[in-house]
C-alpha cells in the first residue's frame, strides 16, 4: 500500500472514533455537536476516482451510523455531499481554471473559503433535513444548519490549519 492510501485510512479511522467518542458527546449552547467527520470529504483528493470517493462517503456515514445509533441520517448527507463535490469544487475553483489535487494543496484562500462555505452547510441542510423530516421543523432544520455548520466550519479551519501539507 502507497503512504496515501495509508494516511487516508488512518484520517478515516481517527475521524471517525474522534467524532463517535468525543465530538457526538459535546453539546454546544446545549444540543449542537460539531461534525468533524465532514473534514475527511473536504480533505479527500480532488483527482481521485468519484466513484470511490461516493462509495468511501457511504462508509463513513455507515460507521457514524452505526457507532452513534442514529438512522442512516449519517448516510444521507455524506452520500448526497459526495455526490455533489465534483459540482462545488467546479464551482469554487472554477471551471476554467486548473484544478487543484488537494484542498491542502492549494494556495487559493478564498476558493477554499467558498468551498468550504458551500460544502459544509450542504451537508448538515441534508443531514438535518433528514432527522426532523417536518414541514413543521423548518424554522429549526435552519437554526440547526447555521448553528452546527458554524461550529463545524470553525472547527475544521482550525483543524486544517495545525495540519497543513509541506509539499
Do not use: C
Not at 483527482?47 to 468511501?56: A, E, G, P, R, V
Not at 479551519?157 to 509541506?166: A, E, G, H, P
Amino acid at each position: 500500500m502507497s503512504s496515501i492510501t495509508l494516511k487516508t485510512i488512518a484520517s478515516f479511522v481517527i475521524l471517525v472514533l474522534s467524532q463517535v467518542f468525543i465530538f457526538n458527546q459535546m453539546n454546544l449552547l446545549g444540543y449542537i455537536n460539531p461534525m468533524l467527520y465532514v473534514l475527511f470529504l473536504v480533505h479527500y483528493r480532488f483527482d481521485q476516482n468519484q466513484t470511490l470517493f461516493i462509495f468511501i462517503g457511504f462508509l463513513l456515514g455507515f460507521f457514524i451510523d452505526f457507532m452513534s445509533q442514529t438512522g442512516g441520517a449519517h448516510i444521507i448527507a455524506s452520500l448526497s455531499a459526495s455526490f455533489f463535490r465534483p459540482f462545488i469544487i467546479r464551482n469554487a475553483f472554477g471551471i476554467t481554471a486548473e484544478l487543484p489535487k488537494s484542498f491542502q494543496s492549494d494556495s487559493r484562500v478564498l476558493n477554499k473559503i467558498v468551498f468550504l462555505l458551500f460544502f459544509i452547510p450542504l451537508h448538515h441542510l441534508i443531514y438535518f433535513i433528514v432527522v426532523y423530516f417536518s414541514w413543521d421543523a423548518f424554522s429549526l432544520i435552519l437554526k440547526s444548519t447555521a448553528l452546527t455548520a458554524f461550529f463545524s466550519l470553525l472547527l475544521i479551519v482550525i483543524i486544517s490549519s495545525l495540519f497543513k501539507s509541506t509539499k
